[in-house]
Structure formats: C-alpha cells, structure tokens
C-alpha cells in the first residue's frame, strides 16, 4: 500500500512537471482567421459590422442560446459601442469596438468572463464584392491553462467563424444593394 502511494505521489509529479514544462514550450499567442468573399460593397459590409445591433443575426453562437441575455451599451455604432451576453452555454462575456476605420477595419476587445482577446475584421474589395477576414488574437502570457488551451483555439473558433461567415453572407446577399 505504501509503494502504490509512493508510485502514485511521483505519478502525479511527473503529470505536474510535464504540464508545466510543457506548458512553458507552448506558444504565448494565439491567432485564428477565416475570411470569405460577400457580394456587397464594402461600405455595406462595414456598416454591418461596425454595431452589434444586427449581430446575433449571422453569429454562429446565437443558435446555441437564443434565450441568453443579451445588453448594449456605448453609441449605437463605431468606436465605444458593445455588447455583453450571459447565458448557460454561451456563458458570461462582452465586447467592445475598439477601433472603426471605414471600409476596412474594425477591431474589438473581447472578454470571455475575465478572458480577454482581439477580434479583427479586414474588409478589401474584391470584384464587385468584399473579402471580410474575420480574426481572432490571444495573447496568454504565462497562464499554462490558456497555453494548453490555445492549441485547441484552431479548431474550435475556426470552424465557429467559417458557420459566421457563412450566415452574414447569406444574410448580406439577401438584402438588397
């Protein structure tokens, strides 16, 4: 009984050292994007974007939690406008534009209950339409849990922001010019 909590005790050591030391060889930022090509100008692309009054129209979380709550605050569009959402499954978070250039950037801070990221979106002419890439940045410091997490962000945010980028597309395509 003794050897097996000895064994037991180096056991959990050894699973300490790995997920520090290898936390540590992670990398402390993480970057997610996806772009897609919407047939509208991009002054129409931006207006969509640059206010979170439509939001919950194209965002691939509002389907999982129609029923969360959701608030607004700051000016209806441009730098100082937000959001905030508190759910069960979407959980608690905000975000805020933090920087609007017409027709071809707007960045906005986001915080995952006490987790904060960036989220950019670049619009560029494209034919008669607008490439938006739709981006995501976290910087994790040296929080070995956001580390781990992190290598996970690809796959989990990605395809969320592809499902996005497909509704705000349709959505856009259905409006008239």
Known sequence: MKALLKGLF?????????????????????HVERSAVIQRPPAQVFAMLDSFKRFNEWSPWYALEPDAKYSYSGPESGVGAGMAWEGKQVGRGSQR???SVPQSR????LDFDGSQATATYTLAAEGEG?????????DHGYNLMARWIGLAMEKMVGKDYEQGLARL?????????
């Open 130 to 138: 607008t490439r938006l890439t739709w981006a995501l940045d976290s």
């Open 10 to 30: 180096y056991l959990i050591v050894l699973l300490a050292v790995v997920f520090a030391g290898g936390g540590l060889l992670l990398p402390d930022k993480t």
């Open 169 to 177: 597309k349709q959505v856009m395509e259905n409006e008239p010019r």
């Open 106 to 109: 707007i960045a906005v801070a």
């Open 97 to 99: 534009i933090v920087e």
